[in-house]
């Protein structure tokens, strides 16, 4: 993934993270509350429900022997607003809570806790995980009675400097079952739409979906079901939209497929 795929990949962890307790809501609500900000929002760009969080796209530095290569800064700031104390503790460490898995009356650092589970197990260039290297909580402010206090976490990762669509790998039959690796590199994705398998007359699979016959259309989990005959080469492809909405192709958006492993019969 380049940069700005990987800042598209952490919004979208960070929009699915869940508390692992009690309901087992979403942290950050379904109402856009993670959202890509440059620099510290104003208070009138604060949304009026808490938790939120900012994602910033940081600084890069090129790998010197690698140009293609770039380590790559991100900032995930979380807010709460938190009321019952005088001097905000429990907008820092959390309150009483009538529900472990709902956001309500939580602190900064259990949200902040939530962010570090949701993006450490993102994969970048060449399975380099990402790392989190500074964490600083703010002074917690008043307002109207509440108080807002922010954390903000420095994410870095390696990234490609092009755009970058994952394609499946391992390509394996038995019998009439098709089965092939990518649920980390390629179905975990922000863009994901699904897998194609395809074959074309020959030992030389083709390197557009287009050019192929295909056997599934839209097949979102590592294994198909067909029937081979003949002299074919078949490849799983894996398709991707632009604006990333995982599991359905955006008309007009669409990455078209990637091809990956392929197996000559």
Request: some cysteine; overall charge negative; charged content about 20%.
């Amino acid at each position: 993934m380049n940069p700005e795929q990987a800042a598209r990949q952490i919004k979208y962890e960070l929009e699915k993270v869940v508390w692992p307790s009690g309901s087992g809501s979403v942290v950050f609500g379904s109402n856009g509350r993670v959202k890509f900000y440059a620099g510290s929002p104003p208070e009138e760009h604060i949304p009026a429900a808490f938790p939120f969080a900012p994602v910033g796209i940081g600084s890069g530095v090129a790998d010197e022997d690698q140009r293609d290569y770039i380590n790559q800064q991100f900032t995930v700031t979380c807010a709460v607003l938190v009321a019952g104390d005088p001097m905000g503790e429990f907008a820092v460490v959390g309150g009483p809570t009538g529900d472990l898995g709902k956001s309500a009356g939580r602190g900064v650092a259990e949200v902040a806790e939530r962010v570090r589970f949701a993006v450490q197990d993102i994969i970048g260039v060449d399975g380099s995980k990402v790392f989190i290297s500074l964490s600083t909580t703010e002074t917690p402010v008043n307002l109207a009675g509440k108080h807002l206090v922010t954390c903000d976490l420095t994410v870095s990762m390696w990234c490609t400097s092009q755009l970058y669509y994952a394609p499946p790998q391992q390509l394996l039959q038995s019998g009439s079952n098709w089965t092939w690796e990518g649920a980390n590199h390629c179905r975990s994705r922000f863009d994901f739409v699904s897998y194609r398998l395809a074959y074309v007359a020959g030992a030389t699979p083709a390197a557009d979906y287009a050019d192929a016959t295909p056997v599934e259309l839209a097949v979102t989990t590592e294994a198909v079901s067909h029937v081979s005959s003949g002299s074919r080469a078949y490849a799983i492809y894996a398709q991707y939209s632009r604006n990333g909405k995982a599991g359905e192709a955006i008309a007009g958006n669409s990455r078209g497929d990637r091809v990956g492993a392929y197996k000559a019969t």
